[in-house]
């Protein structure tokens, strides 16, 4: 069993940074396949980042270049680092794992092991 608890939301003007943590505890995020999410008001979960359990990392096409996943191994934590926030990057962030990753169209159902999520605002 993991347990996933996401960290590092809040408000920030667009043009700005967070970084997001997800701390594991349970089991160890080393070899797992570590992704996130985000869901907008009356949006689908869609699928942000992903990194999978060979440290290969994928982009949605509309942070590509600005978000940046990343894993501590010795901290059992996973990042998501965003920079030059805008307002559509508004949305609860969900940090979620799975023994392998199951690629850009998978259904988020198909990860087993999920956060309580955070919410990041983009706003002047």
């Known amino acids: 069993q993991v347990q996933l608890v996401e960290s590092g939301g809040g408000l920030v003007q667009p043009g700005g940074s967070l970084r997001l943590s ?32 060979g440290d290969e990392s994928f982009y949605r096409d509309s942070v590509e270049g600005r978000f940046t996943v990343s894993r501590d191994n010795a901290k059992n934590t996973v990042y998501l680092q965003m920079n030059s926030l805008k307002p559509g990057d508004t949305a609860v962030y969900y940090c979620a ?28």
């Open 22 to 53: 997800c701390a594991a505890s349970g089991s160890t995020v080393s070899g797992k396949a570590m992704v996130w999410y985000r869901q907008a008001p009356g949006n689908q979960r869609e699928l942000v980042a992903s990194l999978t359990s």
């Open 97 to 124: 794992a799975a023994d392998r990753w199951y690629g850009l169209g998978a259904p988020a159902r198909l990860y087993r092991y999920w956060g309580q999520g955070t919410q990041v605002t983009v706003s002047s």
